[in-house]
Nanobody, 126 residues
Framework: QVQLVESGGGLVQAGGSLRLSCAAS????????MAWFRHAPGKERELVAW?????????YYTDSVKGRFTISRDNAKNTVYLQMNSLKPEDTAVYYC??????????????????WGQGTQVTVSS
């Protein structure tokens, strides 16, 4: 059974930075794409960033975070990261990491992600 544990959330002023980490266990990490989603009050859960399996050479970002957030993975540590810079109040949400259910899948559809962390709160004050 896959377990994902996020860390690194917190309270930061607008313009600040945070680095989220997600440690995975339970199955071989490298073959599975990883993603970060976020859920803000009153909004639907949305995909923030995605990194491909293995080398992580392919990434995807939702438009609102392009140029500010960077997703990366360290297969030796079974960990995926989300570096968040130039944070804005609208980035406030609970952030979740998720693992695709199929090896080497490139899907970013939420239904393809069957393993989720418990979430970490990110609050950006104005």
């Amino acid at each position: 059974q896959v377990q994902l544990v996020e860390s690194g959330g917190g309270l930061v002023q607008a313009g600040g930075s945070l680095r989220l980490s997600c440690a995975a266990s339970g199955r071989t990490f490298s073959p599975y794409a990883m993603a970060w989603f976020r859920h803000a009050p009153g909004k639907e859960r949305e995909l923030v960033a995605w990194v491909s399996a293995a080398s992580g050479s392919v990434t995807y970002y939702t438009d609102s975070v392009k140029g500010r957030f960077t997703i990366s993975r360290d297969n030796a540590k079974n960990t995926v990261y989300l570096q968040m810079n130039s944070l804005k109040p609208e980035d406030t949400a609970v952030y979740y990491c998720a693992q695709n259910r199929r090896a080497y899948s490139r899907s970013v559809d939420r239904s393809e992600y069957d393993s989720w962390g418990q979430g970490t709160q990110v609050t950006v004050s104005s």
